[in-house]
């Protein structure tokens, strides 16, 4: 492999961190982001919308929906700055719309250029979370990408001397 082969891999490989509401999430973000900057990669933020529930009225199930829309947007970009600020780089923005393990999958098999899937666990101590035990057991055979699984009570020391 080239040196100029070599540093295009490095620079097409790039860091998923699912955006949810956990506290974990944070930590996930971080580890992908030093990572990222270390290795000359990039990282995707994947924020997935849960439909919303029928409503009555049509006008007004499809406003709830575009207000779930753009608090992801408003969300993303707010981490956006983050991500610039660790990385030097902007982030791939991603917003979905269903369930975040089949949101998750599907776009792992349309998306050549994701290379590696990072989650936290709980940082409480009650386990890997629901997308974890899915994606390493149910669903596991679907997962087309390394995923990494950073403890979610992390500090940031610990985060910089691991990455």
């Known amino acids: 492999m080239s040196d100029e ?3 295009q891999a490095r620079r097409d490989r790039v860091f998923l961190v699912v955006v949810d509401d956990s ?7 971080r580890y992908a982001c030093l990572r990222a900057a270390k290795s000359g990669g990039r990282v995707a933020l994947l924020r997935v919308v849960e439909p919303v529930e029928q409503a009555e009225w049509a006008g007004i199930e499809a406003m709830m929906q575009q ?3 753009e608090e992801a947007e408003a969300l993303l970009n707010g ?3 983050q991500v ?4 030097g780089g902007l982030p791939i923005l991603l917003v979905r719309e269903g369930t975040a393990s089949d949101e998750l999958l599907s776009l792992l098999e349309e998306d050549p250029r994701i290379s590696i899937l990072v989650l936290a666990t709980a940082a409480d101590g ?5 997308l974890i035990t899915a994606l390493t057991g149910r669903l596991s055979a679907r997962l ?3 995923m990494t699984v950073v403890p979610g009570n992390m500090s940031d020391e610990e985060l910089e001397r691991v990455t």
């Open 126 to 130: 009650k386990g890997p979370g629901p």
């Open 144 to 146: 087309s990408v390394p």
């Open 5 to 7: 082969t070599a540093r």
């Open 84 to 87: 610039t600020e660790i990385t």
């Open 79 to 81: 981490l956006a700055a």
């Open 67 to 69: 207000e779930r829309r």
């Open 23 to 29: 506290a974990e999430r944070a930590v996930a973000l």
